[in-house]
């Protein structure tokens, strides 16, 4: 039997793929060399485009993320125990106008069991092994429990298998970039002394930055660096006093740390692969970049990978749209994110372990500065939630006539109906005025959902992606534009 997708990782991006290629009723096997998931928080931002996109998978399961996590809405920076700023997502457009702090744990937890709801098991302890490709697809080795080695067929093989991916290794794929010399420790303990609603707490401190993450009321993840001597490198060995320690120096005064749950180090590593595609195979997530965890922008980068990938595959894999321009369009959209985060977390960062009196002091009073504007704060909202990702250069951009929403940018939530790419079909969407002729439009219904939805304003009609991206911006009444775009991608115009 030949499986549509093979997917090698079952971290949250490899369950994402899974899951929304089964959505989209794909035949998946998907396979993890470890045992069991995670039982660590690991990765615990989800931000509120990663939670709109979610809420496409099907019709309670953001609901279940946000009953398993904390809503947090703001954060703060501080310095020399002082305030100098504080971002507040309580008004960025979406429904979704928080943070969602939740454990990866829970997070792999709540795919998994939305995954099995669609029939499709995680097969553990089963590692891949290698794969040939042919034109019709991939042959793939994978090691199961017991020694067999099963071959496995599948159209598409998908890598979401994390930063030391073999499958980029069987590729001979180069993995450019650096590695930070700061060093980190981690810690995720129970904590007491904060006041407040929950909020995200980024203390700039002389010998370094101290960051404080709610995980519940009493639960917070601690991340310091140490610095960049050799003996920063053993972060673990350091002694839960001297974490203490360092919240006394560096956080806000009268915190209290108890009952560590997990203690670890890490270093910064910030590379990315070139292409994210080899003939029919696709790298997602760690396996085709990997970050500075400011920002916590990591998981939801991996996520966005998978949901790009999912509708794209799923338009070709039946046959329903050619496989040019929708496949190369992945790479060539995320790698572009993948590109902008790279460089942002990299400077901030950078810019949180300055040293040098007067290095900080100049950092702290500019950051004072433009956190004291509205349009700045607004503006990093936007970006840290991860509204203002889009794809202005994608190779699938149509017409940009009306520019006022142009192709690319994320289009808002419509107010009427479901958001646009749910249900079993991915499909784009029509943004149009009431009573034009929308019946000349019926032999795109393998690609386009039936009917139009109310225009983002007077004048234009807008074509919205299956994953809520603008493809083409036009006047209204402009119906050979609308077809000229959708023949682009139908087999039977």
């Not at 953001?62 to 904390?70: R, Y």
């Not at 997070?107 to 499709?120: K, N």
């Not at 009952?259 to 997602?284: C, H, Q, T």
């Not at 372990?353 to 290095?359: F, L, S």
Request: charge should be neutral.
């Amino acid at each position: 039997m030949t499986w549509d997708v093979v997917v090698v990782g079952a971290g949250p991006v490899g369950l994402t793929v899974a899951a929304e290629m089964a959505r989209f009723g794909l035949r998946v096997r998907i396979f993890d060399k470890n045992d069991r998931r995670t039982d660590k928080s690991k990765a615990l931002v989800v931000w509120p485009r990663t939670l709109e996109l979610i809420d496409r998978m099907a019709p309670d399961i953001a609901g279940k993320f946000i009953a398993a996590g904390l809503k947090v809405r703001e954060a703060s920076i501080r310095a020399a125990d002082q305030e100098i700023g504080r971002l507040d997502l309580a008004h960025i457009d979406s429904p979704f106008n928080f943070v969602l702090m939740i454990a990866q744990s829970e997070s792999e937890r709540l795919l998994e069991d939305h995954l099995s709801t669609l029939g499709v098991r995680v097969e553990r302890q089963s590692e891949w092994l290698d794969f040939v490709e042919n034109p019709s697809g991939t042959v793939n080795q994978v090691r199961h429990p017991k020694g067999a080695v099963e071959e496995v067929h599948g159209s598409w093989l998908v890598g979401c298998d994390g930063a030391h991916s073999s499958i980029r290794h069987r590729l001979g794929m180069e993995f450019p970039g650096n590695t930070s010399p700061s060093h980190f420790i981690l810690a995720d303990v129970h904590l007491k002394g904060l006041e407040g609603p929950p909020r995200i707490h980024i203390c700039w401190h002389a010998e370094g930055v101290l960051a404080l993450f709610p995980l519940s009321a009493t639960r917070y993840r601690v991340i310091a660096d140490v610095g960049e001597s050799p003996a920063a490198s053993a972060g673990p060995n350091l002694s839960f006093e001297e974490i203490q320690g360092i919240v006394d120096r560096r956080g806000p005064s009268g915190i209290r740390l108890s009952d560590p749950v997990w203690i670890s180090a890490f270093s910064i590593n910030e590379r990315m692969i070139s292409n994210y595609r080899a003939g029919r195979v696709f790298l997602a997530g760690d396996a085709a970049h990997v970050h500075s965890p400011a920002g916590g922008q990591g998981m939801n980068t991996g996520m966005q990978d998978a949901f790009n990938l999912a509708w794209k595959l799923a338009l070709v894999a039946p046959g329903l749209c050619p496989p040019e321009p929708l496949l190369s369009s992945y790479s060539a959209e995320r790698s572009m994110v993948a590109r902008t985060i790279l460089a942002a977390t990299g400077k901030a960062t950078a810019v949180a372990v300055w040293q040098g009196g007067v290095a900080q002091s100049v950092r702290n009073h500019i950051a004072a500065w433009l956190l004291g504007l509205t349009p700045v704060r607004r503006s990093m909202s936007n970006v840290l939630s991860e509204l203002s990702v889009g794809y202005p250069q994608s190779p699938l951009n149509g017409a940009a006539i009306n520019s006022e929403l142009p192709p690319g940018k994320r289009a808002p939530l419509p107010a009427d109906g479901p958001p646009v790419g749910s249900g079993p079909t991915p499909r784009f969407a029509l943004f149009a005025p009431a009573g034009l002729p929308a019946d000349r439009l019926e032999k795109y219904g393998d690609i386009l959902e039936p009917g139009v939805r109310s225009p983002f304003s007077s004048g234009g009609m807008w074509l919205v992606r299956p994953d809520g991206y603008v493809a083409l911006a036009t006047r209204a009444g402009d119906w050979h534009g609308i077809q000229a775009y959708l023949d682009r991608f139908s087999l039977h115009s």
